[in-house]
């Protein structure tokens, strides 16, 4: 018993000494070229503020907060409802009868906000003022008794209001000035977190900046570049290879991702085929292996299937992969998006094992003691990284 505490203690020593190794002598190898930063014209950046989630709302919004907007003809109930919405005291009486329905959700407040924004996205200065006024009131309510904990949630027409008004004063300071950073340090980020592992299932993450979100059960992994070819056309032809760095326990879906993001990162733009419409295949002694999330070979615990990956497949490092349009290739089986699943979490595992009692003699490395601590330095390192970049606010 003694030898083998001695032996987990010095494992643990190694893997905290080899972290802050890793720490202090990882090479800053970051893309540089993440592609043409995506801005949106004014109407679309506030369309998509206004109504995230309406596609009808948000293409009416587009056509009547354009510069280029046509004039229409309003009719008679329009125009008195439109004067009905000039008058300040109407306006302000209105929001708070409507508030005071118990049927009007935080959603329909959210939409009405954002309808009035619209309305009055002409004349932001009276817009402003009706804003003062129901703040105003908004603080002198008794359930905002503690005032550091006013506007902490969108729970009233007020609070999306300012989120709206904010968005439109700010979006010339975005587009001009702290875009490009933020830009960039959300792509160092995104980059640093696809060096490590990442659980497909709960999202959790070796290298993140939130300890809540670390990944500390993750086991041994190694580091592959794949030569991705694509299918061109119908009669089998393939382009020239386009290296892709991606992991031994990333699963089929996540090595898609990788693929089409490097793909964008290389060319400066996205992949003609959505994430859900391709499929890969690996070549093995000159015939090539559909890759599946799920199929006959996966490993079942219980009645949790783990998702199949590089390692399963047993992907080697510089091997080929081929990408193909299921227009043009059928898939082998009707199986789409595993995540669409409601009860996806509960179906599958990936890298954290589920909660089922199991055989580990079959897998000595699950047997393995894992400690949080262990891994701490991955969010140093991760820090680290997104400060290469830190956005400047004047």
């Not at 950046?45 to 587009?62: N, V």
């Not at 439109?82 to 929001?95: A, E, R, Y």
């Not at 309510?141 to 989120?163: C, D, F, G, H, M």
Request: aromatic residues 8%.
């Amino acid at each position: 018993m003694n030898k083998v505490i001695n032996d987990l203690e010095l494992n643990i020593r190694n893997d905290i000494r080899q972290g802050f190794v890793d720490l202090q002598t990882e090479k800053a190898d970051l893309m540089e070229n993440v592609g043409t930063i995506p801005f949106l014209d004014y109407k679309h950046f506030a369309s998509r503020i206004f109504f995230p989630e309406s596609e009808s709302l948000m293409t009416s919004c587009i056509t009547d907060i354009g510069q280029d907007v046509v004039k229409v003809q309003l009719d008679e109930c329009c125009q008195n409802l439109s004067s009905l919405i000039q008058d300040q005291l109407f306006l302000t009486s209105m929001v708070h009868c409507l508030e005071e329905q118990k049927s009007f959700t935080i959603k329909d407040k959210c939409s009405l906000a954002s309808l009035l924004t619209v309305a009055l996205h002409s004349n932001l200065s009276y817009l402003t003022e009706v804003m003062e006024v129901l703040l105003k009131d908004l603080m002198q309510q008794k359930s905002n008794a503690q005032p550091k904990l006013l506007l902490r949630r969108t729970e009233s027409i007020v609070e999306k209001l300012l989120t709206n008004w904010m968005s439109i004063c700010l979006y010339g300071f975005l587009r001009e000035t702290v875009g490009q950073h933020l830009f960039l340090m959300v792509s160092v980020l995104t980059q640093q977190i696809a060096k490590g592992p990442v659980d497909c299932v709960t999202e959790k993450a070796l290298y993140t900046l939130s300890e809540d979100w670390l990944l500390w059960q993750a086991q041994d992994f190694s580091s592959l570049k794949l030569k991705v070819q694509f299918a061109v056309g119908s009669d089998g032809g393939v382009s020239d290879p386009l290296e892709v760095n991606a992991l031994s326990c990333d699963t089929v879906e996540q090595v898609k991702e990788k693929i089409l993001s490097t793909f964008k990162a290389k060319f400066g733009f996205p992949f003609s085929t959505a994430l859900g419409d391709v499929s890969i295949q690996y070549e093995r002694h000159g015939t090539f292996i559909p890759l599946e999330e799920v199929d006959s070979s996966s490993e079942v615990i219980g009645e949790v299937t783990m998702l199949n990956t590089l390692k399963h497949y047993k992907v080697n490092d510089g091997a080929t992969i081929k990408m193909l349009s299921r227009k043009c290739q059928p898939p082998l089986s009707p199986q789409g998006s595993l995540k669409d699943d409601e009860n996806f979490s509960g179906k599958y595992f990936h890298l954290i094992d589920p909660d089922v009692e199991e055989d580990l003699t079959k897998n000595p490395e699950r047997k393995k003691l894992k400690l949080k601590e262990v891994h701490l330095t991955k969010l140093l390192s991760t820090k680290a990284r997104g400060s290469c970049h830190p956005p400047r606010f004047a």
